[in-house]
């Protein structure tokens, strides 16, 4: 069918069985092509397309709220809610977001990108509806991964004890995180889920048997366990639990779905499902490589991802001292895939539990364990109370990889890396540092390992940077201060830190101003020295950051003046007070007005 002309889910009702099959063909065609010209994510989105498909043909979608936990799983319910045409500008500037957005449709409902949310939303939508007396059933998705989260446990937790309360979960379960799933309950989901075989063959009697004898096979199944009192978790819980079932069977998904539409008690259907359904690359991918593509470009690309870079130089870093790699979930992003291998006993995958890893990283810190804690800007949110209480609070020396810091483009609003500053700017004892280019990372990260002991921040961005992997790594030591980026002899003094420094260089090069450019690559605590030197001239100061400036480089700047009665002119260039929404890189520094024309705006209005 033209997936073009959809408008909405209701014509779903009208079609065969063998329609919606043909479809969910449709579909999978579909987002493979559409994938290649845009990237996403990938395998997640293959492994939802029947699921979806069935929801939407048995419930009636926004009555009927449909939440999906990240919401990276979501494409099938953009296409059926008339969003297919869009799939061109997917995560581009202006264009569809990856996500679950309220502004694109009322068939969106809960807006999160941060794993394990939709427990806790779903809640409260029921809890809503309640007060407002509305109808309607609370449906939330969620995968094998992220219902291990801490969040989704403390809901899951309430919503079984509720009687009042009737929630529909969708454990999608893939056995995949990005990378494979961890930790006990994911062993937990191995051992309720039938063999795939089984699961398979109830495919073949789910079109065979008439509804009546399947009703029937289920409740003495179910009466079965009951008796050998075979429990699992969610009964324990309080929930009713069905499943494990095929994921990929619409026949069996439509069944299952309408029975549960009909209990009366908060219930997880349990469905198994390939990551990836249709790629076989993406399918047999055990790595993580699928779950998330960029668009098929032929382009050579230059130098190496930051990532790679800090990944190699804690590699390196190894001669000098072994350290400890607590791992939330992110060993693709953060390139740490090499590392995992060499020092098996020395990395650990926590699995999406950013608030766990942070009291660990604590305690092992406490015990002298040198502890590295690679986490993207954005979800180190996720543990602002651990960090602060538990290793700000008593200075412990972990040292933080904060990834995709600044604007990270195409993952849009909900992945921004721009608090991260403000965050660890706050906390007492926190030392903040970002790298300019490959080198002062490596240097940076000796220094944070071995020539000082407080919790230690490197930031780094989602590009790339100039370095050649195959050259060896050497570290220099540094010293905690500021340094000339470039010397001038106009009355101009431009602030900044990391990789913005060159757009700062272009900007008053293309202006004709010979600026002094000021690498602040220590963040905080602020270099008060060269701070006194710059300002003991009569010069104009342009402060750039790619970061909220609440509470990063520009205040603390401003604290130093206030408190030495200094009267210089200062401006900033931050992003301050706003979402900053999906796009390319460059695209989004234009809207924030933080581009190389702003930038030469500010200075020649500063000069005037
Ligand atoms: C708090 C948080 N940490 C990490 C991530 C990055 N992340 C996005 S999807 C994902 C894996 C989710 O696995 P699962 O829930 O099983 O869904 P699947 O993609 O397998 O369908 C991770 C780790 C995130 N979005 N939020
Ligand atoms: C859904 C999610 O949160 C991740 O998959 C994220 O999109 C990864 O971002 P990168 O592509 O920058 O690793
Ligand atoms: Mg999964």
């Given at each position: 069918?033209?997936?073009?002309?959809?408008?909405?889910?209701?014509?779903?009702?009208?079609?065969s069985?063998?329609?919606?099959?043909?479809?969910?063909?449709?579909?999978?065609?579909?987002?493979?092509?559409s994938?290649?010209?845009?990237?996403?994510?990938?395998?997640?989105?293959?492994g939802?397309?029947?699921?979806?498909?069935?929801?939407?043909?048995?419930?009636?979608?926004?009555?009927?709220?449909?939440?999906?936990?990240?919401?990276?799983?979501?494409?099938?319910?953009?296409?059926?809610?008339?969003?297919?045409?869009?799939?061109?500008?997917?995560?581009?500037?202006?264009g569809?977001?990856?996500?679950?957005?309220?502004?694109?449709?009322?068939?969106?409902?809960?807006?999160?990108?941060?794993?394990?949310?939709?427990?806790?939303?779903?809640?409260?939508?029921?809890y809503?509806?309640?007060?407002?007396?509305?109808?309607?059933?609370?449906?939330?998705?969620?995968?094998?991964?992220?219902?291990?989260?801490?969040?989704?446990?403390?809901?899951?937790n309430?919503?079984?004890?509720?009687?009042?309360?009737?929630g529909?979960?969708?454990?999608?379960?893939?056995?995949?995180?990005?990378?494979?799933?961890?930790?006990?309950?994911?062993?937990?989901?191995?051992?309720?889920?039938?063999?795939?075989?089984?699961?398979?063959?109830?495919?073949?009697?789910q079109?065979?048997?008439p509804?009546?004898?399947?009703?029937?096979?289920?409740?003495?199944?179910?009466?079965?366990?009951?008796?050998?009192?075979?429990?699992?978790?969610?009964?324990?819980?309080?929930?009713?639990?069905?499943?494990?079932?095929?994921?990929?069977?619409?026949?069996g998904?439509?069944?299952?779905?309408?029975?549960?539409?009909?209990?009366?008690?908060?219930?997880?259907?349990?469905?198994?499902?390939?990551?990836?359904?249709?790629?076989?690359?993406a399918?047999?991918?055990?790595?993580?490589t699928?779950?998330?593509?960029?668009?098929?470009?032929?382009?050579?690309?230059?130098?190496?991802?930051?990532?790679?870079?800090?990944?190699?130089?804690?590699?390196?870093?190894?001669?000098?001292?072994?350290?400890?790699?607590?791992?939330?979930?992110?060993?693709?992003?953060?390139?740490?895939?090499?590392?995992?291998?060499?020092?098996?006993?020395?990395?650990?995958?926590?699995?999406?539990?950013?608030?766990?890893?942070?009291?660990?990283?604590?305690?092992?810190?406490?015990?002298?364990?040198?502890?590295?804690?690679?986490?993207?800007?954005?979800?180190?949110?996720?543990a602002?109370?651990?960090?602060?209480?538990?290793?700000?609070?008593?200075?412990?020396h972990?040292?933080?990889?904060?990834?995709?810091?600044?604007i990270?483009?195409e993952?849009?609003?909900?992945?921004?890396?721009?608090?991260d500053?403000?965050?660890?700017?706050l906390?007492?004892?926190?030392?903040?540092?970002?790298?300019?280019?490959a080198?002062?990372?490596?240097?940076?990260?000796?220094?944070?390992?071995?020539?000082?002991?407080?919790?230690?921040?490197?930031?780094?961005?989602?590009?790339?940077?100039?370095?050649?992997?195959?050259?060896?790594?050497?570290?220099?030591?540094?010293?905690?201060?500021?340094?000339y980026?470039?010397?001038?002899?106009?009355?101009?003094?431009?602030?900044?830190?990391?990789?913005?420094?060159?757009?700062?260089?272009?900007?008053?090069?293309?202006?004709?101003?010979?600026?002094t450019?000021?690498?602040?690559?220590?963040?905080?605590?602020?270099?008060?020295?060269?701070l006194?030197?710059?300002?003991?001239?009569?010069?104009?100061?342009?402060?750039?950051?790619?970061?909220?400036n609440?509470?990063?480089?520009?205040?603390?700047?401003l604290?130093?003046?206030?408190?030495?009665?200094?009267?210089?002119?200062?401006?900033?260039?931050?992003?301050?007070?706003?979402?900053?929404?999906?796009?390319?890189?460059?695209?989004?520094?234009?809207?924030?007005?933080?581009?190389?024309?702003?930038?030469?705006k500010?200075?020649?209005?500063?000069?005037?």
């Open positions: 069918m033209n997936l073009f002309d959809i408008k909405d889910p209701t014509f779903l009702k009208n079609l069985l063998t329609e919606l099959e043909d479809l969910s063909e449709d579909i999978r065609s579909f987002l493979i092509e994938l290649k010209k845009t990237g996403g994510h990938l395998s997640s989105n293959l939802t397309v029947e699921l979806i498909i069935a929801l939407h043909y048995v419930f009636n979608s926004p009555k009927d709220a449909i939440i999906f936990d990240v919401g990276h799983q979501a494409y099938t319910h953009k296409i059926l809610t008339g969003r297919a045409k869009e799939f061109e500008s997917l995560r581009q500037t202006d569809l977001s990856g996500y679950i957005n309220y502004k694109e449709s009322i068939h969106d409902m809960w807006e999160s990108g941060h794993a394990g949310t939709a427990m806790s939303a779903l809640y409260g939508l029921l809503a509806k309640m007060m407002k007396n509305e109808d309607g059933e609370g449906i939330a998705v969620i995968g094998d991964a992220s219902i291990m989260n801490g969040m989704s446990v403390e809901a899951l309430l919503l079984g004890n509720d009687p009042n309360k009737r529909i979960i969708i454990l999608n379960d893939n056995q995949m995180s990005i990378s494979k799933s961890v930790g006990s309950l994911s062993k937990a989901l191995i051992r309720f889920r039938s063999n795939k075989v089984v699961i398979k063959s109830k495919r073949i009697w079109r065979i048997l509804d009546i004898i399947l009703r029937i096979l289920s409740r003495i199944k179910r009466s079965v366990r009951t008796l050998l009192q075979r429990k699992n978790i969610f009964e324990d819980l309080g929930y009713m639990y069905i499943g494990p079932i095929d994921g990929h069977d619409l026949k998904l439509i069944y299952n779905l309408k029975r549960i539409s009909k209990i009366k008690k908060s219930v997880v259907l349990h469905i198994i499902t390939d990551k990836g359904k249709g790629h076989k690359d399918e047999n991918d055990s790595i993580g699928y779950h998330g593509v960029s668009k098929v470009s032929h382009k050579v690309k230059e130098g190496i991802t930051w990532s790679q870079c800090i990944a190699a130089g804690l590699d390196q870093l190894q001669t000098f001292k072994e350290t400890f790699v607590i791992m939330p979930a992110m060993t693709v992003g953060t390139k740490m895939d090499n590392f995992e291998k060499k020092y098996p006993n020395r990395y650990f995958d926590i699995g999406i539990a950013e608030e766990h890893g942070a009291t660990m990283a604590a305690m092992m810190a406490h015990q002298g364990v040198p502890v590295f804690y690679p986490l993207y800007a954005t979800f180190s949110q996720r602002f109370d651990q960090i602060l209480n538990d290793i700000a609070r008593s200075n412990h972990v040292v933080f990889g904060i990834d995709r810091a600044g990270v483009g993952d849009g609003s909900t992945h921004q890396g721009l608090f500053v403000s965050m660890f700017g906390m007492p004892n926190f030392v903040i540092t970002m790298p300019y280019d080198q002062e990372a490596f240097d940076l990260l000796y220094y944070g390992f071995v020539n000082q002991s407080h919790p230690f921040v490197i930031r780094y961005p989602r590009g790339r940077v100039s370095h050649d992997i195959k050259e060896d790594i050497k570290f220099n030591t540094i010293k905690p201060v500021w340094t980026f470039k010397k001038g002899i106009d009355p101009l003094v431009l602030i900044g830190y990391g990789p913005s420094l060159d757009l700062l260089k272009d900007a008053a090069d293309q202006s004709g101003i010979d600026a450019i000021i690498n602040a690559r220590f963040i905080k605590p602020i270099d008060e020295h060269m006194k030197d710059i300002l003991s001239k009569d010069v104009k100061v342009l402060v750039y950051e790619e970061a909220s609440i509470g990063g480089l520009y205040p603390m700047i604290k130093y003046m206030a408190k030495h009665e200094l009267k210089h002119k200062i401006v900033e260039m931050s992003i301050t007070d706003m979402v900053v929404e999906h796009g390319h890189y460059q695209d989004v520094l234009k809207k924030c007005h933080m581009d190389k024309d702003s930038i030469i500010h200075i020649k209005d500063l000069m005037k």
